[in-house]
C-alpha cells in the first residue's frame, strides 16, 4: 500500500471516528497510550463493508486488532452511518516508516512553551479556513469584523454568542473555524470545541447509551471555545434543545466564547423554543448576504492561487459572471476548469467551451438560489419608491398597490416557497396572494412598461423572465 493510493474519504471518516473515539476517552494515561498506536497507523482504506487499518509494525496492528476492534467499528458505524463494517488490521510492509497521522505527531512532539489543551475537538479544524484565507467584501464584512472581534477577546466581548447565518455555502464554516484557528494558534492550551449541531446531537445520544449523561455535560461544559455550526439541525428534536440550552447557560456563566452558525436567523428557527432564540440573540447576530460580482472574482482570485496551470482572468470572469449564489459551487466550476486546462493546455476556453463544461453548474445554480420573501419585498419597494409598511399594509392606492401585488406574484412565481409561507410574510390571506398573482398575470399580457419593470428586478437577482416557474 503505497500513500499515492490514500483514500481521502476514508482518511476523512478515520479521522472523524479516531477524534470521536478520543474525545471519549476521559484519562490522559488511557489517551497516550492509544495515540501512541495509532501513530503507528499508515493509511486506511474502505472496500466494501471492510474497513482496512494498516499500520507500519505487526504488532501494533494485533495491538489493535485485540483491544480496539470492537470500539473503532463502533466509531466508525457511527461516523459513517454505515452498518455491519467489518474490520481489518494490517501490517502495511511497504511503509515501515512512513507515518501520516500528522496531527497525532504533531501533538506528541510539540516542544511545550505552556500548556498544550489535551481536548480532542470531535470534528477537526480545517487548518485552511484562516481569517488570511477569507476574502472580504461588502456582503460578508459586518461578520467578518465580528468574528475577528470574538477572536480578538474570546468570552468576553460582546460577540459572545456570536451568531452567523446566511444562505449554503456562503463562508459561514469558514469563518467559525477561523476563529478556533486563530484561537488556536495565540492559545494552544485553549480547549476548542468544533462540532455541527448533528454531531452534537449524535454525541449526546451516544453518551447516554454508553458512558452516560454526567460525562456528557463534564466535556461540554469544560470547554473554551464552542463553534457550533448549523443549529437549524436542532429544530428536530426537543431534549436536545433542552440539552443544549443547559450547555450554553454553563458556559455562558463562565464567560466562555460560543459561537453559532445557521441557514437562517434566530428569529426565523420555527421550532425552536423562543427562551433558546433570545439566547442566540443575546450577543451579535450577523447575516453573510450573497457575493457581489467583484468580491465573487477576488474570492475565485485567491482561490486560484498557485494553481497550475494558471487559470487565465478570463476564466474566472466568466465564473463570476454565471456563478453567483454559492461560493462552494465556484470552487466547485474552479477545479473542473483546472482538470481542463492540465487536459488541454493549449487550448485557451471561451465562453462556448465553458458553458459547455460548466453546463450543469450553471443550470443549478437558478434551482439553488433561494431568494428570500424579504428580499423581493425589498427590491420591489425600492423599485417604486414605496416602503416595507406600505407593501404590508392594505392601502388600496394603485401606486402601493402595484409594487404589492407584483412582489407576491415574484414571490409566487419565482421562489418555491408555499402559498402559506408567502401569505404569512405578506400579513395577508391565501385568497388574497392568488387574487394578486392573478391580476399581476393579467396586466404582464397587456402592459409592456410592468413585463420591463418585472424584468429589471429579476435581474437584480439574476434571473430572466423565463425562469418563471409553472
Ligand atoms: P457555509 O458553511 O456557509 O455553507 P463554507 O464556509 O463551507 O459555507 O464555504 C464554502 C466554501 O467557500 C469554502 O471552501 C470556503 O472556503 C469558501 N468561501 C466562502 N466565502 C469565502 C470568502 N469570503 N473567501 C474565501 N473563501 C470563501
Ligand atoms: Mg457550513
Redesign the pocket.
Known sequence: MSNETIDLASKELWDRAKNFYLSMLQSQDERSQIERYLSMVTTVAKENNSFIIYTSNEYAADFLRKNFSEKFKNCLEFASGQKDLRIEFRFDKNAQTAIIMPEIKKVVQKPKPGKVSTFTSTMPLNE??TFD?????PS?SFALAAAMGAANNPGKSMYNPLFIH??????????MQAIGNELKKRDPSLAICYLTAEEFLNEYVNYLAIKGLPDFRTKYRSIDVLLL?DVQFFQRGKDIQEEFFNTFNALQQQHKQIVM?SDVAPKDLPSIETRLITRFEGGIVQE?ES?SYE?RLA?LK??AEGMNPRVPDSVLEFIADNIKSH??AM?GALSKVSIYLSSFPEIIPNSEILSHLLKDSIEKEKTIRKLTIEEIQNSVSNKYGVNMAQILSSERTQSIVTPRQLAMYIARKYTMKSLPEIAKKFEKTHATILHGVKSIEKRLDVESDLKATLAEILAEFGYKLSDKME
Not at 446566511?166 to 469563518?175: D, F, P, R
Open positions: 485552511e479556513y484565507e477569507f476574502v472580504r467584501g460578508n446566511g444562505g449554503s455555502g456562503l463562508g459561514k464554516t469558514h469563518l455550526d452558525t453573510i457575493p468580491t474570492i485567491k482561490k461560493v462552494r470552487e
